[in-house]
Structures are given as structure tokens and as C-alpha cells.
């Protein structure tokens, strides 16, 4: 009698370890495909604002091409995600992307589109409030708080010490 107690408890804590294993497993996969609808939602918004968008003004272009750039990486990304930090990491690159294109809004004098989710590497970074100018390697850039002729660029991270 012992022996069968024994074997049914045994049986049990087996059968209770491999249901909490699956429900463990499904919890993450669940997780997982959370997090790559969201970076594929965001990756989605970016490709309408790249294929969409179109001007003449250098801080246009040159806003235009960044986002472009983040497109084809974003893509990227997701086809080789596989984990939730792979999904997080193309999420990042389709936001900074659509920061450009969000640039290239403002610069074409439209209506730069609903705000966005902070970027990470933009955390604990300040705004540019009046035009500024610096020397890098002999080459002089001019960056401000609106685009413009001689302020094409616009960078969404980064950090002002």
C-alpha cells in the first residue's frame, strides 16, 4: 500500500512539474510574440513614413535617408530576432527612424504626427534650444531646434553634458 502512495505522489509531482514547465514555456512564448507585434507595428509605421515622404531641402534628405537607414536595419533586426531583447533592440531602431521622419516632417512643414515613445539612448538627454555650431576634424556643423538651410541635421539620441 505504502508503495503505491508512494508511486502516486511521485506520479503527481512529475505530472505537476511538467504542467508548470508548459504553462512556464507558453507564458514566454506568449511574451515573445507580444513584443515582436510591437516592434513590427512600429517597423510598419516607419516604412509608410519612408515610402511617403519625399522633398528637396537638404535637412529633408538628409532626414529622409537616416530613416531609411533605420528601416532597412529595423528589418533587419526582426527577421533575426528571435529573442524578447532582439525584438526590444529592432523596436529602438524603427523609433529612432521614425524620429527622423518626424524631422523630415517638421521640415517640410507638416504636421510631425503624434509624439513617441521615448527613445532609450535619447534617456537623460537635453534639447537643443538655440542654434549651435561645433568643429569636428576641421568640418564646421550647424545644429538648432528647427531644421533648416544650414541646420540639416538632427539627431533624436545622444547625451548633452
Request: aromatic content about 8%; proline content about 6%; glycine content about 10%.
Amino acid at each position: 500500500m505504502e508503495l503505491v502512495l508512494v508511486a502516486v505522489l511521485v506520479v503527481l509531482l512529475v505530472g505537476g512539474f511538467v504542467w508548470w514547465r508548459r504553462e512556464q514555456a507558453a507564458r514566454e512564448a506568449r511574451s515573445l510574440a507580444d513584443v515582436r507585434a510591437d516592434a513590427q507595428r512600429w517597423y510598419e509605421r516607419l516604412g509608410g513614413q519612408v515610402m511617403n515622404l519625399h522633398g528637396d531641402e537638404p535637412a529633408v534628405r538628409q532626414a529622409l535617408v537616416d530613416a531609411a537607414e533605420r528601416y532597412n536595419a529595423a528589418g533587419g533586426q526582426l527577421e533575426q530576432a528571435r529573442t524578447v531583447n532582439q525584438y526590444r533592440l529592432a523596436r529602438e531602431t524603427a523609433l529612432e527612424g521614425l524620429a527622423y521622419a518626424r524631422a523630415a516632417r517638421v521640415a517640410l512643414g507638416l504636421d510631425p504626427g503624434p509624439e513617441l515613445p521615448p527613445l532609450a539612448a535619447a534617456e537623460g538627454a537635453g534639447e537643443l534650444t538655440k542654434e549651435r555650431q561645433v568643429q569636428v576634424q576641421g568640418q564646421t556643423f550647424s545644429a538648432g531646434p528647427q531644421p533648416g538651410r544650414d541646420t540639416p541635421y538632427y539627431y533624436p539620441g545622444g547625451r548633452v553634458q
